[in-house]
């Protein structure tokens, strides 16, 4: 064990403490998305739980996914459709916020316990389950509707696991995320580069195994019954133009404001775009810089670090520039960094949460009460738009450095 890790160690609290810990972030979490219904706090919403409820009324009556009815998402989002319709029609949405607070309060629980297993001081873990927490409340309504805590609860199971120890239990829960909502899906290099560092290369190629076996036991079905379909929802999440939201619509808006550009919004794909040749060119670019900024993060990954604490600032780091330059940016994203972002150690890690919170704040200035406002071209709403975005840049930007080895002091002799 380097003297690292047995500095780390020394400073870890005992499973019970952490276990405390994760259980009052979780409460708090669920008090925090209560909330939300109370008083002012319970306001104007854009909701998508009739959608919902209508995908899992289908599979009700006994109709095949994808194939007799368009899905827009992975099958792996299936179950928290379905299960809401299991209850009567008119309690859909109680049903479903019921199962969002408890997978949102586990995620909060699970990232909780990844920091224990990382050695997080216990200072740390509370400070980490304070700012996941309060996150509902930073956010608002978003989070009531959108079903975006599952993919995040399974990526914080997946992530308790590595740091724990349970490398095929860790990669198959990434599985499942990843058939839920694809963004998941690049934190699968750096897990297994970090089981294959730990564990050696033997156990890196079971625990693909057991990614690729549980994904295919998510998708094969759904293709052997409709391809054509499955092929669509899949298509639907990578082929999307530039939605008004993203960085290169808000840099674009900005230029608007400043009378070089004259955008055009059209709505497609369940939301608004930018269409033409300038933002078609800046969604390209900006797929260009996602892809290049996850690829680095992944091997500075490989250059630097080896241990639990490196895994977990590393998969923030990948997810937050997924979402700041993804040329889709809906508020619910940033949903998944919620379970993420305070994981991060150290003062850079403090930084982030930082951060975070303040992109959250951001984005409830003006959605959802301003986001028609911002779709009709609003000053006000369009510079919160670009000033929650160059966050969320600063954020991806302030993780890379969480990355960065922890220098321990040094020891009078």
């Known amino acids: 064990m380097s003297a690292s890790s047995e500095s780390w160690s020394a400073r870890a609290p005992d499973a019970g403490r952490a276990a405390v810990i994760a259980?009052?972030?979780a409460a708090l979490f669920a008090a925090c998305f209560l909330l939300l219904h109370a008083g002012p706090l319970d306001s104007y919403e854009i909701v998508d739980t009739p959608v919902y409820q209508g995908y899992g009324d289908a599979m009700l009556d006994g109709r095949v996914p994808y194939r007799d009815f368009?899905?827009?998402?992975?099958?792996?989002?299936?179950?928290?459709?379905?299960?809401?319709?299991?209850?009567?029609?008119?309690?859909?949405r109680v049903a479903f916020e019921l199962l969002m607070v408890l997978c949102g309060a586990a995620a909060v629980a699970l990232a909780v316990l990844a920091l224990g297993f990382a050695g997080a001081s216990t200072p740390k873990l509370a400070a980490a389950a304070a700012v996941a927490g309060v996150a509902p409340l930073a956010l608002g309504s978003v989070v009531l509707t959108r079903f975006d805590l599952w993919p995040a609860l399974l990526v914080a199971g997946a992530l308790a696991a590595l740091a724990g120890g349970r490398e095929r239990l860790g990669l198959g829960l990434l599985a499942l995320a990843v058939a839920a909502k694809l963004y998941p899906v690049v934190l699968a290099p750096l897990a297994l580069t970090y089981v294959a560092r730990r564990s050696g290369g033997r156990r890196a190629a079971a625990c693909l195994g057991v990614f690729a076996l549980v994904l295919a036991a998510c998708l094969l079905p759904f293709?052997?019954?409709?391809?054509?379909?499955?092929?669509?929802a899949l298509e639907r999440q990578t082929g999307r133009p530039l939605q008004i939201e993203s960085l290169g619509s808000s840099l674009l808006l900005?230029?608007?404001?400043?009378g070089w550009y004259e955008p055009t919004i059209v709505s497609s794909y369940g939301s608004q775009n930018l269409v033409g040749g300038l933002p078609d060119a800046v969604a390209a670019a900006q797929t260009a810089l996602q892809l290049a900024a996850i690829?680095?993060?992944?091997?500075?990954?490989?250059l630097r670090r080896n241990d639990a604490a490196g895994l977990l600032a590393a998969?923030?780091?990948?997810?937050?520039?997924?979402?700041?330059?993804?040329?889709?940016?809906?508020p619910q994203f940033l949903i998944w960094l919620v379970p993420l972002v305070?994981?991060?150690?150290?003062?850079?890690?403090?930084?982030?949460?930082a951060l975070l919170l303040a992109a959250l704040l951001l984005t409830r200035l003006w959605f959802p009460t301003g986001y028609w406002d911002l779709v009709a071209?609003?000053?006000?709403?369009?510079?919160?738009?670009?000033?929650?975005n160059v966050v969320l840049v600063g954020l991806a930007a302030v993780l890379v450095a969480a990355m960065a080895p922890r220098r321990e002091p040094s020891r009078r002799r």
């Open 23 to 25: 259980a009052l972030g």
């Open 70 to 92: 368009e899905l827009e998402y992975p099958p792996g989002a299936l179950p928290v459709f379905l299960l809401p319709s299991l209850a009567p029609a008119d309690d859909y």
């Open 223 to 232: 293709l052997a019954l409709a391809p054509g379909g499955l092929a669509d």
């Open 254 to 258: 900005a230029a608007h404001r400043a």
């Open 295 to 302: 690829a680095g993060i992944s091997l500075l990954f490989v």
């Open 315 to 330: 998969s923030a780091a990948a997810a937050a520039a997924f979402v700041a330059f993804g040329k889709v940016l809906s």
């Open 342 to 353: 305070p994981m991060a150690l150290g003062k850079w890690g403090a930084a982030a949460s």
């Open 377 to 388: 071209l609003a000053p006000g709403e369009t510079w919160l738009l670009l000033a929650r």
